[in-house]
């Protein structure tokens, strides 16, 4: 099985890679707990997508940590890297989203594959869900009946919160039979004591249940969906010019997969999860990762010594 983990964005996040903290005292990052809870689900191939800038770089770290303990290949995600007959936008930096990540994955992802981001903690449970779906694509037991059957882990967004600030998180619609019926992004969501509140569009805040369904972008999709995705930049490419901000204006994955499903082209079971998330995204949170990774590791969760 393979997992796709979408760590373009980490340079510039954080500053570079080199600059990137350790959360344990082997130096390791939060993507490598990612790597050790995949290969024990049963995973045995991983794709990163990164910056070509940061080959060397993420290789040096990260890749050779794990290379020998799972296949590993590399994707470069670049802001050139667009359909025939389009243009970027002057003074365009940013790159173009997830959508866009994936779709550098072409001609590498030829099975159905597993998608998280780089610098988000999903705990083993989810891995366990994740990759259990993929084997019943692979194993035809999920069968092929010419609509794509992903899947998605539900957080609870209550367990999904940092403490020192906003979050983005896609909230979920999920149906009594446990099928995703529709995701929206929304990119500020606080923490309200044991629920949330999200801003909207009209910059107000909206309360938030705590145990409501969000999606951390981690997705189990088929080979397939690759080209669907292709598809999907090409349209949103068609319509950056109408775009309020183009040269920020990015194709997000949620986004894509929500047309796929109301196009009938796929469909999304959700699993639910008690798995606590967490990671860096502000630099006050690196104290707090470390000590629950301390905790994992205390419980017997993880080695002391991650790759020894």
Known sequence: MT?????????????????????????????DYSIFDAIRAGFDKVVFIIKKENYEAFRDTVGKRVEGKIQ?????????????????PEGREK???????????RGIVKEPYGVINADDFYGRNTFEKLGAHLAKLESGEIAADGINHCCAIGFKVKNTLTDKGTCSRGVCTVDE?????SIVERLKIKKVGDDAAFLDENEEWIDLAGDTVVS????????????????????????????????????L?????????????????????????????????????????????AKGEYPEHLWA
């Open 3 to 31: 997992l796709v983990i979408l760590a373009a964005g980490m340079g510039s996040r954080y500053g570079g890679l080199k600059q990137i903290d350790p959360v344990d005292n082997d130096g390791n990052f939060i993507i």
């Open 72 to 88: 590993v290949e590399y994707a470069f995600q670049d802001l050139t890297d667009i359909p025939a007959g389009y243009e970027i």
């Open 95 to 105: 790159p173009w989203g997830t959508t866009h990540a994936i779709r550098a994955t």
């Open 177 to 181: 039979d446990g099928m995703l019926t």
């Open 216 to 251: 951390m972008n981690c997705w189990g999709l088929t080979a397939e969906t690759i080209d669907l995705l292709n598809a999907d930049f090409e349209v949103f490419m068609s319509r950056l010019s109408d775009a309020p901000n183009p040269q920020k204006a990015e194709s």
């Open 253 to 297: 994955l949620p986004i894509s997969i929500n047309t796929f499903m109301q196009a009938g082209t796929c469909d999304v079971r959700v699993y639910p999860t008690e798995s606590e998330w967490f990671g860096v995204t502000y630099p006050e949170d690196k104290p707090w990762v470390v000590a629950s990774l301390q905790e994992l590791i």
